[in-house]
């Protein structure tokens, strides 16, 4: 069976455009991931179809953008659910300014706390007092002001290590809201 390709943030920014999409790809993957970190799961069709609302455009998207948002779905899934800490947050790549990567996780996180706050929590279902601080955390990246970040090395690693915690945030809320998934995948949970 050959590997799906799954479009990288700079392939489906320009999907995106094509079509007038007015939010960011990194928006939607926060969303997804969220979505998941939730505990929610979605049919391929109703994905798209959520994925589509959440672009905000009119026109239609085509088939290949489709099939890629149905990819990342899936992939995102399978980042979270395979147990080894490897999700990879859809964000502007490296060569990108660092106000567009600041730009980007702040839309990652705002795409997060949407579809974890849609994931459809019942009262059995609550989050820690930790989870509220990290929830708490990524509201506060939602408002970072990127304006005149200058890429040095002191910043570089502020953005990586703030990139590291809020990736392996998502994976221990995954953890904390999908035991019954993961204990059919036999995952050591911590």
Known sequence: ???????????????FVMIGALNSPAELHGYISG????GARMSHEQWVTTAVELMDTNDVPSETLKMALGNL????????SCGDYTLTLLLPNDEASLEERIIGLSDWCRGFLEGFASA????????SAEGAEALRDF????????????????EEADFFQLTEYV???ALDFFTEHNKELLS???????
Do not use: P, W
């Not at 069976?1 to 799954?6: F, S, T």
């Not at 979505?35 to 939730?38: S, V």
């Not at 059919?184 to 911590?190: A, E, S, V």
């Open 120 to 127: 459809g929590f019942t009262e059995n279902h609550r989050v």
């Open 184 to 190: 059919t995948k036999n995952i050591n949970l911590h």
């Open 73 to 80: 779905y899936e992939a995102t899934l399978e980042e979270f």
């Open 35 to 38: 979505k998941f970190a939730g």
């Open 1 to 15: 069976m050959a590997e799906k390709h799954v479009f990288g943030f700079d392939e489906f920014s320009n999907a």
């Open 167 to 169: 990736r392996i945030v």
């Open 139 to 154: 509201a506060a990246i939602t408002q970072a002001d990127a304006t005149g970040a200058k890429s040095n090395e002191a």
